[in-house]
């Protein structure tokens, strides 16, 4: 019993991943807020940077398409390890190799791995603690928005000493090898043991039938939200820097990520309001963003940042408390949908406001984006009647 105690209490695997998560989210947030110094560097157009940043957006798209059968298939921590490695070798050949080529090559490949770290590492956290990993995974998400917030700091702060953008990388590397190292170094196997017939959180009143037509109308909602979110955080900087005429573009990043926080966990407490709180963000973020896109003085812009990011950081929490009466028995096919969908969102989005922004102006592309919540809008009043109709339905049966 003792012995198992002081297992228990030296048991870390949850840090390291918790730490591959942040290093996703620092990843994401430095390389938007990198992307300007990028694009000077290689001597780019709106339209090239555009595809620069999709090109790591569509690995991490065909990440859950490619990889999730074969993670489900073998030993998770190993299929981590393994991907580890090959996020070294990417980071390591952009540092170190400084053709335009090869940036690619290795951005696409950190686009795949950090996609699939993403969900095999909450996977894998699932597995290990049966019991607790409800709640860890809750934490673990806010993880990611941590690491983004971070990043732009960072990077703000050694390129103001003069530092070259490729420093990003370097941090990416040493951050896998210390998660390579944690991984380890904590072996496998659960560290939980729930009891026969339990849930991890309870309640297990999901046995309703698969639903495809809320699973793609929250696809839909997902889509539209991440290319929004994507198009605006790799080009706020060129806003602010271009057309502002200011330097707070990567402080407006970070606080934009920030308030994705504390959106989270208000979702968390709020979780029965989903359907609610999910409409109201839809609303809220083109009616923003539209500010935005025609205010003229920065510091109007940046405080605007700061509701945008509450209400985007709402959408994918209550996007997935809608998942469940949709899911059935079918949440990894669902969520592998939705991940899916926000890949494309990703990659289309992102293009098109750097073609936007080079032909149209960087104001106009903006508010371009903010059109398409029309169709995320009309997507969430459908799903939410099927959503009440399916959560009724479903607590009725149990």
Known sequence: ???????????????????IIFINGFEAGGYQASLRSIGQNYDLSETSKGLFAATELFATMLAP????????????????????VIQFVAAAGI?????????????FFLGLTTSALQFISIAALADSYPISGSKKIGFMTSMYALGALVAPLVVEYYLGLGLTWKVLFVIL?????ISFAGIMASGEGKREAAARGASADGSTKKETEFFLMGILLLCVIMCIYVGFENGFAYFVETLF??????????????????????????VGYFAKRARAILLTALVAIPLLTVLVALMDNSLVVFALCIPLGFASGAI??????MMI????KNTAFSTGMITTATGIGGVVFTALTGFNAEHLGMRMAIGILAAFYIFSIAAAICA?????KRSQGTNGAS
């Open 316 to 321: 994918y929490p209550c996007v997935l408390n």
């Open 241 to 266: 820097a271009d057309v502002l005429d200011s330097s707070l573009g990567r402080y407006a990043l970070s606080v934009f990520w920030a308030m994705m926080i504390p959106s989270r966990v208000f």
């Open 325 to 328: 009466p949709f899911a059935g």
């Open 384 to 388: 939410g009647r099927m959503y009440l």
């Open 95 to 107: 540092q170190i190799i400084g053709l335009q080529s090869a940036f690619v090559v290795g951005v």
């Open 173 to 177: 590397a040493v951050g896998s090898l």
């Open 1 to 19: 019993m003792n012995s198992n105690d002081k297992s228990e209490k030296f048991d870390f695997l949850w840090l390291v991943l918790f730490l």
């Open 65 to 84: 398409l490619i990889l999730g059968a074969w993670a489900d298939a073998n030993v998770k921590t190993k299929c981590i390890k393994l991907l580890l």
